[in-house]
């Protein structure tokens, strides 16, 4: 137990360490906190250029709120609990396996390593994305997850920061699911995942973003505004009423499975879900709707 302690408390004073070098350092290229937010304003530029809701307000409904959950769940949450909780959780788990007389690398299919770096970052991005299609169908179907997600399809108005409003709970759940597959892989360079990093935080504010774009053949590969305004739609048929679109990044999973929906031209259609009406409207109060919600 003293070890998971010690691990818990380090986690801590590393990633403490670590954001402040990423404040203060702007001399390496996979600087996550300057990327995230040259990403986020030249989104955001895009969207005042090209507005696909012309009457949408550029500081449009819960634009801070959106901005607050932006930044409170890539770095400040990452600081109090997730960083922590991962590095002890994935020790545990490896304890827990050699007690069974199994390693982690016994379960190793082959090494990153051993493959062309672009072949290697093919397959590390293929398979978390589909891990995380498969995660994200799972927050829509399972009722308690969807307590935690309704946070994220509180969203009235549709902008790029509304890609990072969601309750802390989801990346507890993503980051569980996602442990054993990417260890069956192997390892990967942090400056390698950091360009995965990047593009799917680019195709995820782009697919929030006020944007009437599809990216023509392409949306059959990538996740995009037109098709993700109908994963945020209010009412939908009952044939898909546990949710459509789940693809994070790409919508190839989609279009694979049978989950893709895009009926018409969704510019206008009502988001969020039913009962919204009554859903907290501060960041306070919807981090402590799913403890409280029966």
Do not use: C
């Not at 002890?88 to 396996?97: A, G, M, Q």
């Amino acid at each position: 137990m003293e070890k998971y302690i010690d691990i818990f408390k380090n986690s801590y004073s590393n990633y403490w360490n670590y954001l402040k070098y990423e404040l203060i350092d702007l001399n390496h290229w996979d600087n996550y906190f300057y990327g995230l937010i040259i990403i986020s304003i030249a989104v955001w530029l895009l969207e005042i250029a090209f507005p696909w809701r012309k009457r949408q307000a550029i500081f449009r409904k819960d634009f801070w709120l959106d901005t607050f959950y932006m930044f409170f769940n890539f770095f400040i949450l990452n600081l109090i609990i997730l960083i922590a909780l991962s590095n002890t959780v994935s020790e545990f788990f490896n304890d827990t396996l050699k007690r069974i007389g199994i390693s982690i690398g016994s379960l190793q299919l082959f090494d990153v390593d051993d493959l062309p770096k672009w072949l290697g970052l093919l397959v590390f991005f293929l398979v978390s994305d589909f891990v995380q299609w498969n995660t994200h169908r799972l927050l829509h179907r399972v009722p308690l997850l969807w307590n935690f997600h309704k946070v994220h399809h509180s969203v009235k108005e549709m902008g790029f920061a509304a890609h990072l409003r969601y309750h802390w709970m989801e990346p507890v759940v993503y980051k569980s699911l996602l442990y054993i597959p990417l260890a069956i892989i192997g390892g990967f360079d942090a400056q390698d995942v950091a360009i995965v990093y990047f593009f799917a935080i680019a195709i995820g504010h782009l697919n929030h973003a006020n944007l009437g774009w599809d990216y023509g053949i392409l949306k059959y590969v990538f996740n995009n505004p037109k098709m993700h305004i109908w994963h945020h739609a209010k009412e939908l048929p009952k044939h898909v009423r546990y949710g459509v679109n789940f693809g994070l990044t790409l919508s190839l999973w989609d279009y694979l499975f049978k989950t893709n929906y895009v009926p018409h031209n969704g510019r206008d259609i009502e988001l969020g879900f039913s009962g919204d009406e009554t859903f907290p409207k501060d960041f306070l109060s919807q981090e402590l709707y799913p403890l409280k919600k029966k």
